[in-house]
């Protein structure tokens, strides 16, 4: 469909908790999933949240086979996930790096949880129920965090980990 602009850290927007989404199987949502998907694939990611498009549902887009951004990470399951509820399944944390398309240039450290479950919704309404560990864990985390106004430099604990990508993986380039 359209590639669009994505918000970036600072716009008020990005800051704001997303809502449900009422109705499934619509061609609005069919919509902004083919808009998150062409906009994510433009820019390089792993993942997408309406929010960051200026759109305030809860709807994620998530998932590669192989990514440039993160060469090392394993691939994640393509999946668009509607409404969706996350649940810690341990206390146990991980720090890693992120990177994300709204704080564009930049990476830092975030302790996420390792072991997750998530459910939520298809586009259609037919219902997603997954358990979730290591670097797909993380996606999600990170992806559902815009849902609740969160960006990863709210949950970093110690920023000298937290530069420019171009400085800090030069392999990487600026992405």
């Known amino acids: 469909m359209t590639v669009r602009s994505i918000l970036r850290m600072g716009d008020p927007r990005l800051l704001q908790p997303a809502a449900p989404v009422p109705a499934f199987g619509t061609p609005e949502l069919a919509g902004l999933i083919a808009d998150l998907h062409d906009t994510m694939t433009a820019h390089g990611g792993v993942g997408i949240a309406a929010p960051q498009i200026g759109v305030g549902l809860q709807v994620v887009l998530f998932g590669f086979e ?40 930049l990476r830092g450290v975030v302790p996420r949880y390792t072991r997750i479950h998530y459910r939520g919704f298809t586009p259609g309404g037919d219902p997603i129920d997954r358990t979730a560990e290591g670097f797909h864990a993380r996606v999600v985390q990170h992806e559902c965090d815009h849902l609740s106004g969160i960006l990863y430099p709210m949950r970093m604990h110690d920023l000298s980990r937290f530069g420019f990508t171009e400085v800090l993986f030069p392999e990487l380039g600026s992405g």
């Not at 994640?76 to 146990?92: F, I, K």
């Open 66 to 105: 192989r990514s440039e951004r993160y060469p090392d990470a394993p691939p994640v399951p393509r999946t668009v996930l509607v409404n969706p509820v996350l649940t810690p399944l341990t206390e146990a944390t991980e720090d890693g790096w992120e990177g994300c398309l709204s704080v564009p240039g």
